[in-house]
Structures are given as C-alpha cells and as structure tokens.
C-alpha cells in the first residue's frame, strides 16, 4: 500500500491502513503439525490418563530453566493459588497494582490479603525499596510479577525477603524465555510460575507451570494440585484439581520447540518499534535492564498525554479505525478495579502507577510481523497526532 495516497485517519473518514486488520498476537506454535501428530497419539492410545506427556513436559522444562522442579498445572492463576497454599501463609502478601489481575486474585482467594506495592517508574516492576517500606508485622510473602516478561530486580527483592524472613514468588506467565544476570527466569526466589494460556511465550491452550528448588514446596504443590491428595485419600490440605491434562501437554511440547528463536523474533521486531518511536516525542517506552533479555509478552508504550492533546482511549479507537487492535496493560492497575473496592479506606496511594496506567497502549507485536506493518503502525501513530485537534473535536472532547 502506498502510505502517500492515505491521507486522513481512518478515524475522520481515511481509508484505514489495515483493512483486513492488524491483530494484537498470534498463537506461538512453530510446528503446528508436532502438536497434532502428539495429539493423535495421546487421543488413539490409552495415555489419556498415564500423564506421560505431562512428565515429559515438566522434565524438559526443569532441564532448559536449570531448576529442580517444574510442575505442570492447569493455568497460572491456578499455581499463583497453589504455591501460596502449599506454603501455609497467612495475613498479607505484597504484589504489585501494575499486573493482571490474577496475581493478586491468587492472594485474595486463599484468605489473605494483598498489599499494593509500588513499581518503578522506568523499569514498570516492582520497586523494591517500596516493597522494603510495606513490610508489616502481618507481611508472610512477596508476589512480584515480571512485567512483560521484564526480569524484576531479584537481588534486592530476595534481600528484602531474607533480611524479613519472607517467602518470595514471581508471577512469571510473561516470562518464559527471559533472562536476568546470565540465567534464565524460572529459578528466582522461592517459586515461578508461568502461564501456557494462549497469548503467552509457550503456550498450551490453557496451563501453567510451577518452577522450583524447593523439595518440600514442591511435593505440597503436586499434593495441592490433585485435591490435596497424595495418593492415599487422605488429604493434607484443601487443594484443588489443577492438573495439566495430556492434551494441553501435547501442544505445550510442540510450543517449546523454538520458543529461543520466537523471543529473538520478539526482540527484533520491538528494536523495529524502539527505533521508529524515539522519532515520537509524546511516546515512551519503559526499560529493560542491562544484559537482561524480555520477551516482549506485550508492547507496551507509554503516551504523553498532555503533549499529544488526546487521551489513550481516543488513541486506542483512533487505531482501532485503521484496522489496528490494541489493548491497554495494565490499565485500569489491580487497586482500581472494582473486585478491589473493598480495600476502600485502606487503599493505597501510588501515584506512580496510577499515571504510568493513565499513559500504557499496547501495540501488536507477534512472530511473522513484518517491518511494514510496524512502520505502518509508526505512520498510523503519527497522523493520529498530527490531526489530534481534529480527532479530540470529532469525538465531542471527552474521553
Ligand atoms: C496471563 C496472566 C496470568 C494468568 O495466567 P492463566 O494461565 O490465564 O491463569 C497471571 N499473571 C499474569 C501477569 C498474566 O499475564
């Protein structure tokens, strides 16, 4: 398409940019055959239930990330929910506002109660020198979360955790394929655990994984994840069935193969963006830290909405006009969101991640992009600014 022929936004009548659309991500399967040619075997043979594949998954992990265990379960937010029970906490856990919603929804649902932390302002993660200041006489744990598969400072966060004899977890379902100090996550602080739903780095369909060096942490979670039943029927503790079922162990194997090459792709094309976006001055973007690797989960950029003239919605519905899906992560943060009202009185006051929320969009970003389509995206970007007099109007000036 000739950019020189498409004057207008779409959004005040031009022809969009991309009319069949641009999606936000793509499913992350290399081989799709490989998935089903082990889909066949676990549907045509007995191995529905002898968990083989599970095994296979959970040993190849455990091999790749360097750790003693990986346990495979049936989503994230189902071994975010586990690893706290298995760990028998009680009172407060501190997570950060500026995830998805699962994370503190794995506090909540095991009757304790989160604490909303503080990130940092260039690196989005949790600030560890905030999280130092929360520590209470009730804290039992810490539940960060490695933002966009952004490694979290883990040095300073296991220091803040030993120094208060505090259990650490990340969240890590952004970061399968990240790296911080030379090693891959999934081996940080007490516990990992990663999400295999279907926009993630690996993927499954839907699942998760639990990664650890902890025996005993370990054996709970496999108990906790089977009712709490270690094989006798006599329960240890109120856990839940969360098994990973062959099925979704199949198409994880399948996702595993080229998951090094996928988050190279990933990093390729965000330097595309990086690139084109430090010629907008109304966007930024948030830092990696040296020598660390991201996988880019999301692309996230934060817009000047002041210097721009226009609100991130009116930005969002500008793109969504010229074909480009976008969505906002992570706005409205976990504090605001309705299911956390209750914290009312006692709600936290972070305003760095209220007005990091305010600016986030998230831009496309998957495997098979092309450099057209991010500078289409770029150019998209541009004319929506240079005609936001004109768009704010149209839209009656409100948000
Ligand atoms: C996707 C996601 C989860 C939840 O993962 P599920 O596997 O869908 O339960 C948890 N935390 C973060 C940061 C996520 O992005």
Not at 89 to 114: C, E, K, M, Q, Y
Not at 277 to 286: T, Y
Not at 351 to 358: E, G, K, L, Y
């Amino acid at each position: 398409m000739s950019m020189n022929t498409v004057r207008e936004p779409a959004v005040l009548g031009g022809e969009p940019l991309f009319p069949d659309g641009l999606p936000l991500a793509r499913p992350a399967l290399d081989d799709p055959e490989s998935a089903i040619r082990r889909l066949r075997g676990v549907l045509g043979g007995n191995s529905f239930t002898n968990a083989s594949l599970v095994a296979e998954l959970e040993s190849r992990v455990a091999e790749e990330l360097g750790v003693r265990h990986c346990i495979a379960v049936s989503s994230c937010t189902a071994g975010l929910m586990l690893v706290i029970r298995a760990s028998g906490l009680s009172g407060d856990v501190i997570v950060p506002s500026f995830t998805f919603s699962a994370t503190a929804h794995a506090v909540h649902w095991n009757g304790l109660r989160p604490v909303f932390c503080e990130i940092d302002a260039s690196t989005l993660t949790v600030d560890p020198a905030e999280v130092e200041r929360l520590v209470g006489v009730r804290t039992s744990a810490i539940l960060a979360t490695h933002v966009f598969g952004t490694p979290c400072d883990t040095a300073a966060l296991e220091a803040v955790a030993r120094d208060n004899g505090l259990r650490l977890f990340f969240d890590a379902a952004h970061a399968f394929g990240s790296v911080h100090a030379g090693r891959r996550v999934g081996g940080f602080g007490d516990a990992e655990v990663f999400s295999l739903s279907p926009t993630k780095i690996l993927i499954a369909g839907e699942g998760g994984l639990v990664t650890t060096d902890d025996d005993v942490l370990a054996e709970r979670i496999r108990y906790g994840l089977n009712y709490g039943n270690p094989g006798d029927y006599d329960c240890r503790f109120v856990g839940l069935n969360a098994r990973m079922s062959e099925l979704h162990a199949a198409v994880a194997l399948a996702s595993l193969e080229g998951v090094e090459g996928r988050v190279a792709a990933r990093n390729e094309i965000a330097g595309w963006y990086v690139r084109a976006l430090a010629q907008l001055d109304c966007v930024s973007l948030p830092s990696v830290p040296e020598g660390d690797i991201t996988t880019y989960k999301d692309f996230t950029v934060m817009v000047d909405t002041e210097a721009c003239g226009l609100t991130t919605a009116q930005i969002a519905r500008a793109l969504e006009a010229e074909g480009i899906e976008t969505r906002r992560y992570y706005s409205p943060p976990v504090h605001r969101q309705r299911a956390y009202a209750y914290l009312n009185g006692s709600r936290p006051d972070l305003p760095v991640t209220d007005r990091v929320a305010a600016r986030v969009l998230t831009l496309p970003l998957w495997v098979g992009m092309s450099e057209d389509d991010v500078a289409s995206v770029i150019f998209a970007l541009e004319r929506i600014f240079a005609s936001a007099d004109r768009i704010r109007a149209a839209s009656g000036g409100g948000g």
